[in-house]
């Protein structure tokens, strides 16, 4: 497709009255016709702020319909909006917004504070906007969008610890809704709940943009609460769950989880990192069957999520690519590997970034000529073209669901007194699936506390980045080079 008709604006006239977003902090509920013309008061307000097309504008905020009302406000006026980690501490901030020249900032009353400490043209809360909204007639927009418009920038670190902005266009979109609804049969029938975070491409496309393609319903929490996604499910709020694996061992802890009706949920998703075997069968023992997916916030995200009758046979599994993306296993040198074998995952499709904003370098790096994203991780097919995850050819883990580059926790340990060499890798955690270990070559005569490090990390590194395991060490196992051998360490840390 070239072009992706004005999706708020078609499901204002399909289903007007039908409920998009349920607003479980206020009780509030919008339509499909009150979100069109929202999100075209905001579009038809942007060149009075002084917003133009392609320009960028930043958004910092828990989940909440007003995020998604500036989203596809934005792309009727083909502004790009770049969603902020709110996570982060204000020196992780300040070089995205450097980087991707943002000139206004939209906060919501909890970030008002750290909104201040940027330096933007102009910034708008949450009162300022509806009072923006009030003012401002909606206005009259393309009724189509071309596919390759840039639509949104999600910004994730790289292995050099600076942070490359994958660009999200509305081809992507369109093709991930393609994807999801016809490996979840997503209908206008359905609901889910919104509560991943808004700066991740899950809290975005795992299933709130779909289902609002579809016309489905949509209860946002202001970010995640066990007990009111507890309540929504056994309410029958939710046809369709999506979450990271802490969020299913949340569930499997809860004092609810033995009596809970959740027969309503009728696809339950994870990604982010493999939901374990031992909690896959303690949900299959409440008759709850969990389907592991794998994709990339630079492929939309979905290209792979295991169908439900196939599950619990082929634990393990992330099932077979979605009906619009091909894959590949390359080995070292671009080709095809023998079935069985472990090779890296290309992908192809309407799904996959172009590229990085700003960024040719990396661009070149991760796509090939013919469009091929080459991902970073290791898979193999099996005979009946189910795909397993084998492994990570980066230092990359997950916590949590939340992707952690060494390399950047390694850079602001150095910056800490003391410290003379460090490497940081991923370990099991029975909580996050994986949390950091940080282990550390002191100075000649210093003394190093493990929780002035932490202290010191947690004031500029997000929570999910500071390393949960602080060893202190003598000596690093290295190579013949010098280099530290980190398969060594990990072994060594078991």
């Not at 392609?54 to 958004?59: L, P």
């Not at 609460?225 to 299913?248: H, K, N, Q």
């Not at 709850?288 to 196939?310: I, K, S, Y």
Request: hydrophobic share 45%; charged share 20%; glycine share 8%.
């Amino acid at each position: 497709m070239d072009f992706v008709p004005d999706l708020p604006l078609k499901r204002a006239e399909l289903t007007p009255q039908r409920v998009a977003f349920a607003d479980v902090a206020t009780g509030r509920e919008t339509t499909y016709a009150e979100l069109n013309d929202r999100a075209a008061r905001f579009a038809a307000a942007l060149p009075g702020l002084g917003i133009k097309a392609g320009d960028r504008i930043a958004i910092l905020c828990l989940n909440c319909p007003m995020f998604f009302e500036v989203l596809l406000g934005c792309a009727k006026a083909n502004v790009i909006l770049v969603p902020l980690n709110w996570r982060q501490p204000a020196p992780e901030l300040r070089p995205i917004l450097e980087d991707c020249g943002a000139t206004l900032l939209l906060h919501d009353a909890e970030h008002a504070a750290l909104a201040a400490e940027f330096n933007i043209t102009a910034t708008l809360s949450e009162t300022d906007y509806e009072a923006l909204l009030a003012r401002t007639a909606p206005g009259q927009f393309p009724t189509r969008w071309a596919a390759g418009q840039v639509w949104y920038l999600l910004y994730t670190s790289g292995t050099t610890g600076k942070p490359k902005a994958v660009i999200q266009t509305v081809g992507m979109a369109y093709a991930n809704y393609v994807n999801v609804g016809q490996a979840i049969d997503l209908t206008g029938q359905d609901s889910t709940i919104n509560f991943l975070p808004l700066f991740h491409t899950a809290g975005i496309n795992l299933y709130t943009l779909p289902m609002l393609i579809a016309g489905g319903r949509v209860s946002v929490l202001r970010k995640f609460d066990i007990d009111a996604v507890m309540r929504l499910i056994a309410d029958g709020a939710c046809s369709l769950f999506f979450g990271v694996p802490a969020i299913y061992q949340a569930i499997s802890l809860h004092p609810a989880f033995a009596g809970t009706d959740f027969s309503r949920v009728r696809a339950w998703g994870c990604g982010g990192a493999p939901l374990p075997e031992p909690l896959i069968r303690l949900f299959a023992t409440r008759d709850v069957t969990v389907c592991n997916g794998f994709g990339m916030t630079e492929t939309g995200p979905t290209v792979f999520l295991m169908d439900r009758a196939e599950a619990r046979a082929r634990i393990g599994s992330v099932g077979k690519p979605q009906i619009l993306t091909e894959v590949r296993l390359v080995d070292e040198m671009g080709r095809d590997v023998a079935e069985g074998e472990p090779g890296e995952i290309w992908m192809r499709g309407p799904n996959i970034t172009p590229g990085y904003f700003n960024n040719d370098a990396a661009t070149r790096n991760a796509l090939t000529a013919d469009g091929w994203l080459k991902s970073g991780d290791v898979g193999r097919r099996d005979s009946d073209g189910y795909y397993f995850i084998v492994d990570r050819i980066k230092d990359m883990y997950i916590s949590g669901g939340e992707n952690v580059y060494p390399a950047e926790v390694e850079a602001v340990l150095y910056r800490f007194p003391g410290v003379l060499e460090c490497a940081v890798l991923g370990i099991a955690d029975e909580k996050w699936g994986e949390a950091g270990c940080a282990v550390i070559l002191p100075q000649p005569d210093a003394r190093l506390d493990a929780e002035a490090i932490r202290a010191f990390c947690r004031t500029n590194l997000a929570a999910y980045k500071v390393p949960k395991r602080i060893e202190i060490v003598t000596e690093f196992p290295r190579t013949a080079a010098g280099k530290i051998r980190k398969h060594i360490l990990r072994d060594n840390l078991q």
